[in-house]
């Protein structure tokens, strides 16, 4: 701590994210990277864009993304917002769009990025109890709010709510934004975006990190009412006019436009998911039902921590939370298939 330091930054308390080990050979399993790599044609437009095109500053909107975007979800352009990464659309959302002097709703076990950006705005965050099966219970949202978020596919947990479920906390709070975080819905969910033209205050971001194997380029977006896009426009026009460079706008551009790359990693995704789970129950862990890149097990008998570190020692990461109600779980990332046999060798000998 130092004197120079606001008042603000000696009680934030920041967000810690998954570990990048340093190790060779390493199978890391703790970040839900995509194990497939990206689209060949992404390569390609990065390669093309690296020319003196670089000395000029890039599109402020990303005109060509938000219309390819909104193209592909059947939205208009208007209805797009661009971010660097969607953990800068979400901090864009905390600031511009909930009700600061309200409570702001999200799950207990969820996205630990929610209650850091609370901290960071002094917005107060009123964490809502899943239930035994760490499912979110639509009726729990019927409360005063400044506003609501929670992601579908739920994370750490994996679970996916039902649109029709989703609708009941739309219809609960016509006064106040809800946002659904789908950070993971292609690996086996519907999208509520298909909703925005039914409720205005239904505001859906997403990121081409997991699915489209994006996450070293950082592109997160946004889709919602105009008037909802509009204030994070003036957010990201007070913040950051350009959050997303050339190379950023060229990559995500061409993996919107491969669609069967796209379709294939998902596919290769969900099958090894399917695979992993039954090998996991085989080896007496209970797992949870997973719509994500990721599933979230925990053994009968053995203590999630002392698994974690035994894996590591084996050259293996996953995802140990020593949290509350969670403690024995272990988050894990879907790998490759050879990755996932490693990773299911090392448990048997355990």
Not at 25 to 41: H, I, R, Y
Not at 58 to 86: C, M, W
Not at 142 to 154: D, H, K, Y
Not at 186 to 200: H, M, N, Q
């Amino acid at each position: 701590m130092s004197k120079f330091w606001s008042p603000l930054v000696k009680d934030l308390v920041p967000y810690v994210p998954g570990e990048q080990p340093k190790m060779a050979n390493l199978v890391k399993l703790n970040t839900n990277e995509n194990p497939f790599g990206p689209s060949p044609k992404v390569i390609e437009a990065i390669q093309a864009e690296l020319n003196d095109s670089l000395r000029l500053y890039p599109d402020p909107e990303g005109e060509n993304l938000r219309k390819t975007i909104a193209g592909y979800h059947k939205v208009k352009p208007e209805q797009v917002f661009l971010g660097n990464g969607s953990d800068e659309v979400l901090a864009h959302i905390f600031y511009g769009l909930f009700q600061h002097g309200e409570p702001i709703l999200f799950p207990d076990i969820t996205y630990s990025f929610y209650p850091v950006y609370c901290g960071l705005y002094h917005i107060e965050g009123k964490r809502i109890p899943l239930n035994d099966r760490f499912e979110i219970n639509p009726d729990d949202y019927a409360q005063p709010n400044g506003g609501v978020i929670f992601p579908n596919p739920n994370a750490p947990t994996g679970r996916y709510l039902a649109l029709s479920e989703v609708e009941k906390i739309l219809q609960a709070n016509p006064d106040r934004v809800v946002v659904v975080d789908e950070a993971y819905i292609d690996f086996g969910g519907e999208s509520a975006i298909r909703l925005v033209d039914d409720y205005p205050n239904l505001l859906v971001s997403q990121t081409l990190s997991k699915a489209r194997s994006l996450a070293g380029l950082r592109v997160g977006f946004a889709i919602g009412h105009p008037d909802l896009i509009e204030a994070l426009n003036r957010v990201k026009n007070s913040f950051n006019s350009y959050p997303l460079d050339r190379l950023a706008l060229a990559g995500a551009q061409a993996a919107y436009e491969d669609e069967a790359w796209f379709r294939k990693c998902c596919d290769g995704v969900i099958s090894e998911r399917e695979r992993l789970t039954k090998a996991l129950e085989d080896l007496g862990f209970a797992v949870l039902p997973s719509k994500a890149n990721f599933v979230f097990a925990r053994h009968q008998s053995k203590a999630g921590e002392a698994l974690a570190q035994a894996l590591r020692e084996q050259g293996i990461i996953v995802r140990h939370f020593n949290k509350p109600r969670i403690e024995q779980f272990l988050r894990i990332t879907i790998g490759t298939p050879e990755q996932n046999d490693a990773l299911i060798g090392a448990l048997e000998l355990m």
